[in-house]
């Protein structure tokens, strides 16, 4: 069972700062595995508004999520710092794979890295919907 | 069934910013009432190591809950930035009660307030113990 | 600071037999005090879906958490199986108390108690409304 | 972007049943994709202790989670009844890869399906140890 080697900050065009939270920490005293798909979904909600392309409660397209992956490689735990670097794998018709890795406070290596996929179906319908021309010029600027 | 008054940032004598998460909102589309309390937790746990009195994995004394309340005053949800105002209502023998409130982005009345009781006790025991003496030195200079 | 008595499984005439889940176990190998309220929640939704009286996706009321407290008599832990005791503390005019219990496996005293107020709003507007008859009716069998 | 094919329920030797929780659902109204990881960590930790082989508190190994995946093929939600079908797809000298699928109430074919391996480490030293030779021997019996 092969595993991946962990990027490097210089692999990532885009961060957001991310907090821990004290229930974050298992029984092992070290972030629970599953904690790391609530941050790779907040990093990337997060900076989908702030580019001003998806709100939560309006838009016409939301993205469901067919795929996620994980790596862990260090441990993280409360109340550490996280920076969550964020590129896109590949653009595709109605879905979109973000690549996504975690470093710990001021680390240069990934404590843990991994990607979701996202296909965007329309709101009321559910049926998925080709990406909107501004989400794919602006996503096109991350592309790895 | 009498509600309390929304408190303000005028009651409180130290804040922490928190983050919400994707994962935080409900079907309702706002924060679920559980999450409140994972934001008291992570406030004054956060709190308490930065005063140099508590480190989760190391110290003598930790804190069990033996109460916990929260008032909904309107509504908080992902992606708000939180600010948590605590101050300390009581101090006990082995206990202390943590008053907390949450206010949304910059507001000045409280979105949700509560509390929760700490009882200290030894890390290995687990039997209840006296407050150490820094511990109340400290705490003193946030009683409400 | 007073604690109230542990309640006893007489206290109730309902119960929701619940599972706990790996990450409810915290640092300190119990079941984190937030996790108390997910169990409420989903104790008492469950059984108002069973009732036939709340639908998540198409009631025409919804019910918005105004107040929630807990108390913390003994420790529950991940593979614990939780039985929670439910019964109405009161019926307001748009407002129902629910009292809630959490008993670990077979014991008969409660590790934990509390309740949650909800106010029953309109789906749309969000705006108050008189518990339907129905509800009303349905709910006065379980007053304490 | 190629999808697996959802597997069945003939593809699995042992079943565990689990319920979903009100906090489950996101602002979409069905189970969040974080979720799903929730439920994996507790079948298989759940069908471990019931086989007599881990104690979360007492035993010599514990197992380090070094990657997780999910595909996701049709929604879950609050309040469904799952079914997580396990089986163990490779047994490394100290890691094992466990095969997990959700299937909705009684459906046949699975809502969603993944892995995740563990290291089992020292629980002292955390370094990596041979699995025990009664670890090896009950889960053989469970290979894919």
């Known amino acids: 069972m092969s595993r991946p080697t962990p990027l490097t900050r210089d692999d990532f065009p885009v961060f957001r700062s991310l907090q ?23 990093a990337v ?6 580019l001003g392309l998806f709100d939560p409660h309006n838009s016409d ?28 794998d ?5 879905s979109v794979r973000y690549g996504i890795a975690l470093f710990r406070e001021d680390e240069e290596i990934a404590a843990a890295q991994g990607h979701f996929i996202h296909v965007y179906v329309d709101r009321q319908t559910r049926k998925p919907k ?7 010029l602006e996503l096109e600027d991350y592309l790895a």
Chains 1, 2, 3, 4 share one sequence.
């Open 20 to 42: 821990t939270r004290w229930s974050d920490n298992d029984l092992f005293g070290h972030m629970n595995n599953v904690v790391h798909y609530q941050l790779f979904d907040t």
């Open 45 to 50: 909600n997060e900076w989908l508004i702030k």
């Open 61 to 88: 397209i939301i993205g469901f999520v067919v795929e996620t992956k994980c790596n862990y490689f260090s441990e993280l735990a409360f109340p550490d710092r996280v920076a969550a670097g964020i590129r896109i």
């Open 90 to 94: 590949h653009l595709g018709t109605s």
């Open 130 to 136: 080709a990406l909107p021309q501004n989400w794919r």
